[in-house]
Structures are given as C-alpha cells and as structure tokens.
C-alpha cells in the first residue's frame, strides 16, 4: 500500500498530480521539492502537499513511491542524489515524455524499482500557476517497465487507476517511438513553423486556425529541448520523412507550368497553406508507422496532434483548389520550411543542447507574437 509520496518538481504535471493524489487520496502524505521555491510554495499553500523538503533526498527518505517531474536531463543528477536515500522496495517513476531515461538514470540502483510513467496530460502552460487537480481525470497514462509482472508494477497501476486515468503497458522503445510520430515531431514542425511565418512577417492576430496550429509552439523550453535531445533517434526518423514529404511537394509545385494567380502576395499564401501542408506530411508520417506496425496512433494522441493537424482537416478539396492557384510562391514557402527543419534536424543530429535550446526560445517568441491577440489555452 502506498502511504508516502516524494514529489520532486511541483510545476504543472508535478503540481497537478499532487493536487489530485489529495484530492482522491487525503491521507496519504506528499512531500514535494522543487527547485523552485515559488512552485513549492504555492502548491503547499493549495494543499497539493503535506510539506517541502529542504533537498531532493530529504523528499524521499520517508517515501513508498517517488515521481520524478522535473525535465529529462535532470534525472541522472537527481538520481545520484537520492539513490543513497531510498528505502528498499520503493517504486521510482515519472510523469516523462521519453520512458528510456528513467531506466538509464537509474540503471544502477538495486533498492528500488524504476517503473516510468507518462500521462497523457498538460498545456503549453508552465509551472505551479498552470496546476490543477482535474488535470489527469480520464487521460491515459502509458507505464513502461523492463519487467511488467513485478509486483509493484500492479501497485502503481492501481495508484493511477484511483486518479480516474486509464492505464496501458508497453515496451519504453516503442512508447519514444510512438511518442516521437504523435507528440514530439509535431512540437518540432510547429516550432520550426513559427519562426518562418515569423521571418515572413506574417500578422496572424485575427486568424483562430493559425492560432490553434501554433499553441503548442508556445510550449516550455527547457522541457522540450530535452526531450528532442533525449528522444532524438526517433524523432530524427519522423522529421526526416517529414521533410522528404514536403521536399518531393515542392519539386512537383515548381515543375507547374502556370504562373501563380496574382490576388494573394507570399506572405498570405504562407500564412493560409504552409501550416496545412505541414499539417499534410505529418499525418502520412503517422500512417506509415500506422501501417508499419499495425495498429492506430489514434488512442495515444493528445491534443498537441489535434491541433498540429487540424489545418489539414479543414474544407480540404476547397483548400486544395485554391493551392493550385499559386504553385511557385507554395514551392517557395515549403523550401524556406525545409531549410528551417533542416536547421533543428543538425542540433539534433549533434545533441547541441543550447543550440536546440536557443531555437525552441526563438520560435516560442515568434508563437507568442503571431498569435497576440487571442487567450485561448487548450489542454492536451
């Protein structure tokens, strides 16, 4: 039975799920620590935990079960410092994108039981202010353990199962991989979207479509320059069919006879048709692994691929009959898109941190502006 939590990163997923472990579960006892002494303060002050510990291993000395919800590539440092602390038996696992680096960080600890999870959960929105207890309910949490017949494993299930979630097991490489096709690559296409409709000085205040393409471009990004550096591998495979996608589009727009229809400037014609045909590559992408491994991505999509594919599912044929108007200036567009991804494909090619880093600033900058005028924030 699990009595006592340590909760190491209180920010949105951290944070929420505290609030909800309290709101289903008021007696077990939550110590949380984070780094940041204003999310520890405000969830304590919400009752999302019992108290904060003054370090990463006094959060877990006490503890049956600790989560990790911090980013990715804190877990080797966070685990050195708390493996000498954790009593035997205790259950290690996470709220991650990416269930290879739990395992990895914790590949030497021989008194607990490394057990990832990831809920299919959360915003663009950032820290303790984006927490709410009814984030969790009814979402998918995929656990990934080397050894799914372990008993603790069922205790975890069962602890999820109580925050109303729906719980599925699989492999950690085929959770990246899928990972990386419905919620990844798509951070990437919508990032690197954004500084080009940026740097063709695009004004898309008015436009709610654009605006709903480009939320998760404002996503957080320390979190995600981890994840595509943690994740690249397969990431890198996604982006790359991607870009090979759109380049063969281009070839064929430039080889069109007919000159370009003369109502719309480039900047419009970006603004209207790039996002769906980015829109476009990334759902063949997903088929293709769909038909590669025989089953639907649907189940495991959140509402970063609703939102990244939507402009693609919009009055389609009409959409397709206004493209062939302006073949030349669309083949223009999609190069400058290709030459961009090209861009992040390098820093991930390289696992250059701070470069991948200084792009995801970039293009959240970009995001934020296009989309100004308009507040809607949709949860994932």
């Known amino acids: 039975m699990i009595t006592r939590i340590g909760m190491i990163g209180l920010g949105q997923l951290g944070g929420s799920l505290a609030l909800a472990i309290k709101s289903a579960m008021p007696d077990v006892q939550i110590t949380g620590y984070d780094l940041n002494t204003q999310h520890a303060s405000m969830i304590l002050s919400r009752g999302g935990v019992d108290d904060i510990a003054p370090s990463a291993a006094d959060c877990v000395k006490q503890a049956d079960l600790v989560?990790?919800?911090t980013p990715l590539r804190s877990y080797p440092a966070l685990a050195a410092e708390i493996i000498p602390h954790l009593?035997?038996?205790?259950?290690?696992?996470d709220v991650g994108s990416a269930q290879q680096c739990l395992h990895q960080a914790f590949s030497s600890c021989e008194n607990a039981c490394v057990i990832p999870s990831h809920p299919i959960a959360g915003s663009e929105r950032t820290g303790a202010e984006a927490a709410t207890a009814s984030l969790l309910g009814g979402k998918l949490v995929l656990l990934t353990p080397h050894d799914p017949e372990l008993p603790q494993v069922e205790r975890l299930a069962q602890f999820w199962s109580a925050l109303d979630t729906q719980i599925v097991f699989m492999p950690p490489d085929l959770h990246d991989m899928i990972y990386a096709h419905v919620s990844h690559?798509?951070?990437v296409l919508v990032f690197a979207a954004a500084r080009v409709l940026s740097a063709a000085q695009v004004a898309a205040s008015g436009d709610?479509?654009?605006?709903?393409?480009?939320?998760i471009g404002k996503s957080g990004?320390?979190?995600w320059a981890d994840i595509f550096c943690e994740n690249r591998e397969h990431i890198l495979f996604a982006t790359q069919k991607?870009?090979?996608i759109l380049s063969h589009i281009a070839g064929e727009l430039e080889g069109a006879e007919t000159p370009d229809a003369t109502d719309m400037n480039d900047r419009?014609?970006?603004?209207?048709f790039l996002p769906r045909m980015i829109a476009s590559a990334l759902i063949s992408c997903a088929q293709m692994l769909e038909e590669q491994r025989g089953f639907s991505l649907k189940a495991f999509s959140g509402a970063g691929m609703r939102d990244s594919t939507a402009p693609a599912l919009t009055d389609p044929e009409n959409e397709l009959a206004q493209m062939s108007s302006y073949p030349h200036?669309?083949?223009?567009a999609v190069r400058a898109y290709t030459a961009e991804l090209e861009l992040w494909q390098r820093a991930m090619q390289r696992n250059d941190h701070a470069q991948i880093l200084s792009l995801i600033e970039s293009a959240r900058t970009s995001a934020h502006a296009l989309t100004a005028a308009l507040t809607t924030v949709v949860h994932q």
Do not use: G, K, N, W
Not at 87 to 93: A, F, G, V
């Open 67 to 69: 989560f990790l919800a």
């Open 87 to 93: 009593r035997p038996d205790t259950i290690i696992s």
């Open 185 to 187: 690559t798509p951070h």
């Open 208 to 215: 709610t479509a654009l605006a709903q393409f480009l939320r």
């Open 221 to 223: 990004a320390v979190m």
């Open 242 to 244: 991607v870009s090979a």
């Open 268 to 272: 419009d014609i970006a603004q209207r």
């Open 329 to 332: 200036a669309l083949a223009r």
